[in-house]
């Protein structure tokens, strides 16, 4: 069965600096997709990044790009210029190319510093 | 305009009773969801409908129900709440069941008393 890891029950990063979050996943499929999700206090399921486990680039969302390391089964999410509004908890999920539903990991509270 | 709604958004109950969370989506989707996430956030598949067909029955305590009179609603109906039924449900969809992106609607706390 596929598990998807998030390592950081809680992070913290200054306005404007640059934060990592880290996600780690198991499958045995070769065709999948990963997404990170940002939940704030709202409970609002809101979606930051998607990426196809065929495509070797990385995605890229103005602030927030991913290093994905398919050998490694890495999938982390790199936050740029920190702002305020980047306060939430956010997950990392596993989608099987064969399987709707996402699995996802324990997420990581991130914390925002003015 | 709500492209994944669900009613009510709050629902304070007593243990015993039945009730019923509605999920509609206007994004012309195949493929809805309804997930569970606990008091410690992990959030968990439940159920699965494609084109109101029932493709994923995760294990899940026969008192929930879930209910698809078209492709555009699924409702979750609970029987005999039990305090552990406490939690926030998601309703989601997307267009197929493959890689195509999932959207929530806004949740709906349950609190059983």
């Known amino acids: 069965a596929q598990t998807v890891t998030q390592s950081q029950p809680e992070m913290s990063v200054q306005e404007a600096e640059t934060v990592t979050l880290s996600c780690t996943y198991d499958?045995?499929?070769?065709?999948?997709?990963l997404f990170w999700y940002k939940q704030p206090p709202s409970r609002q399921m809101i979606l930051v990044i998607r990426?196809?486990?065929?495509?070797?680039q990385n995605a890229t969302e103005n602030r927030f790009s991913v290093n994905f390391q398919k050998a490694a089964k890495s999938f982390s999410l790199k936050i740029s210029d920190s702002q305020l509004g980047d306060a939430a908890m956010y997950f990392c999920?596993?989608?099987?190319?064969?399987?709707?539903?996402?699995?996802f990991g324990k997420g990581t509270k991130l914390s925002v510093k003015p | 305009d709500t492209a994944v709604s669900q009613t009510p958004k709050y629902l304070v109950t007593q243990m015993g009773n039945d009730k019923s969370i509605k999920c509609e989506q206007n994004l012309g989707h195949d493929t809805m969801y309804w997930y569970k996430q606990d008091s410690k956030k992990f959030l968990k598949i439940m159920f699965s409908?494609?084109?109101?067909?029932?493709?994923i029955n995760e294990t899940v305590p026969n008192r929930f129900s879930p209910k698809s009179p078209d492709k555009a609603h699924l409702n979750l109906h609970i029987n005999s709440l039990e305090l552990g039924d406490s939690a926030v449900y998601f309703c989601?969809?997307?267009?197929?069941?493959?890689?195509?992106?999932?959207?929530f609607g806004p949740g709906t706390r349950l609190t059983v008393l």
């Open positions: 989601a969809s997307s267009q197929r069941g493959g890689g195509d992106t999932q959207y």
């Open positions: 999920a596993y989608r099987g190319g064969s399987q709707g539903n996402l699995i």
């Open positions: 409908y494609n084109n109101k067909e029932l493709i």
């Open positions: 499958t045995s499929e070769s065709d999948y997709y």
């Open positions: 990426q196809e486990a065929y495509k070797q």
